[in-house]
């Protein structure tokens, strides 16, 4: 097996192989393959989305005919390194190439002294177990929660803080940075840089800020057709979480949308049970090396894994 930097004529092989691998194992496992549609179209968000903010970082793994085994997306920043997606090829699943595509990110950010950083699945063993035996620790509990919005509008009190919501300009992006490192310890500015400017996947930063004007929150909400996404986004009190994710969803009316939100604010994720959020997955972060003090509420989300 040969593990390379993903060229990008592999853009196609690799939607493919990330969409087969999600349907193959939820299908199999969870009779849930339906959940990933049956076009692999969507999941050329993944290889074009990571190329423009991490150019070379994206991993394959090679059998000894070519053929694409597995997958693995690396993000290094200043503070961490962050990994996802990662997804083998179901031909080729329980022979090692996961593990194999992940030594040499973890090997590499070891010499450069970073911890690595992902969230997986708390539904599947294979990830759960992969990334454990690797030697990561588990950590905080996020809920997948999908919400409907109707067309007219969610029918539930708005937030008193979402009067304080705005979108965010490209100005904005040191700002954020620095706020989201002095809540959860990590530092992405490239990643807010790229929300804030990248014109051709549409995003929207959502912002709020206290009554003095302090930043107290930031969501992103992904306005792409094949992505459904809120997230990133962190924010130091449910209240402000709240607000910005009232805003956001108010901004998808008619649409589907999924937020992990952090389990251990059971206060939060129950009103979010009253604004129709069903959950529809789990997941868990997890850590290999120093963990970051975090304070706040951290939303992370799978494009891009930077967190
Ligand atoms: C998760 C996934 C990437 C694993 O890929 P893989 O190439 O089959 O994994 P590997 O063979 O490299 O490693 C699996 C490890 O988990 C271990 N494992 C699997 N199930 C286990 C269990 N129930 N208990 C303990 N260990 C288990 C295997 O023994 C192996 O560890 P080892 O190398 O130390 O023996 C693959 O199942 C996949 O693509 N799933 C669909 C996409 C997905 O969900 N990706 C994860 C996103 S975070």
Redesign the pocket.
């Known amino acids: 097996m040969k593990i390379c930097s993903l060229a990008d004529s592999e853009d196609q092989r690799v939607a493919e192989l990330i969409h087969r691998?999600?349907v193959d194992?939820y299908g199999k496992n969870l009779g849930q393959g339906a959940r990933f549609g049956d076009r692999s179209e969507p999941f050329l968000l993944f290889p074009r989305v990571y190329r423009e903010l991490d150019p070379g970082e994206a991993l394959g793994a090679f059998g000894g005919d070519g053929e694409l085994l597995?997958v693995c997306f690396v993000h290094p920043r200043p503070t961490h390194v962050s990994v996802?997606?990662?997804?083998?090829a179901p031909a080729?699943?329980?022979?090692?190439?996961?593990?194999?595509l992940l030594a040499p990110v973890l090997e590499r950010a070891a010499r450069e002294g970073k911890p690595v950083r992902?969230?997986?699945?708390l539904f599947?063993?294979?990830?759960y177990?992969?990334y454990t035996?690797m030697g990561f620790r588990p950590g905080a509990i996020y809920q997948d929660l999908q919400f409907e919005v109707p067309q007219g509008g969610l029918a539930v009190p708005v937030p008193e803080s979402a009067k304080r919501v705005r979108l965010a300009g490209v100005d904005d992006a040191r700002r954020i940075a620095v706020f989201e490192q002095g809540l959860r310890g990590i530092l992405r500015e490239k990643d807010w840089v790229f929300f804030l400017t990248d014109r051709v996947l549409g995003w929207r930063v959502w912002i709020v800020e206290d009554p003095s004007g302090a930043l107290s929150g930031v969501l992103v909400s992904g306005e792409h057709p094949d992505w459904g996404m809120l997230g990133p986004g962190c924010a130091r009190d449910p209240e402000s979480a709240a607000a910005l994710v009232w805003r956001a969803l108010d901004g998808r009316r008619g649409r589907s949308s999924v937020l992990l939100a952090p389990a251990r604010e059971t206060d939060l994720v129950r009103r979010f049970y009253g604004w129709g959020g069903r959950n529809i997955e789990l997941h868990v972060a997890q850590v290999l090396g120093t963990e970051f003090p975090e304070a706040g509420l951290g939303f992370p989300t799978f494009l891009p894994e930077s967190a």
């Open positions: 691998s999600l194992w597995g996802g997606i990662v997804a083998t080729a699943a329980g022979r090692g190439v996961a593990r194999s992902l969230v997986s699945s599947s063993l294979d990830s177990s992969l035996r």
